[in-house]
Nanobody, 111 residues
Framework: QVHLVESGGGLVQPGGSLRLSCATS????????MAWYRQAPGKQRELVAS???????SYADSVKGRFTISRVGATNTVALEMNRLEPGDTAVYYC?????WGQGTQVTVSS
């Protein structure tokens, strides 16, 4: 069984920053691709950012230039640095690794 635990969500004003972290535990062999998704109320879950097992990154157009996904060393722990946050970024953010999901962390951008 694999467990993912996200942390770092919260309330921030527009233009502010947050850093999310996702730690993985359990039976995973080697470095795996990981990703961050988000789901806003009434909307489908969408891919925000991903990182391959060789640390190649990709981003949704809506967050390019504002969000950065990174891996902590040679581990299955990733962070999502979110800058210049907008109200439209408000959502529950989920971490993903090879078919497993975290419980989600709420990010609210509001003045």
């Amino acid at each position: 069984q694999v467990h993912l635990v996200e942390s770092g969500g919260g309330l921030v004003q527009p233009g502010g920053s947050l850093r999310l972290s996702c730690a993985t535990s359990g039976k995973i062999l080697g470095i795996k691709p990981m990703a961050w998704y988000r789901q806003a109320p009434g909307k489908q879950r969408e891919l925000v950012a991903s990182i391959t097992n060789r640390d190649r990154t990709s981003y949704a157009d809506s967050v390019k230039g504002r969000f950065t996904i990174s891996r902590v060393g040679a581990t299955n722990t990733v962070a999502l640095e979110m800058n210049r946050l907008e109200p439209g970024d408000t959502a529950v953010y989920y971490c993903w690794i090879t078919g497993f999901w975290g419980q989600g962390t709420q990010v609210t951008v509001s003045s």
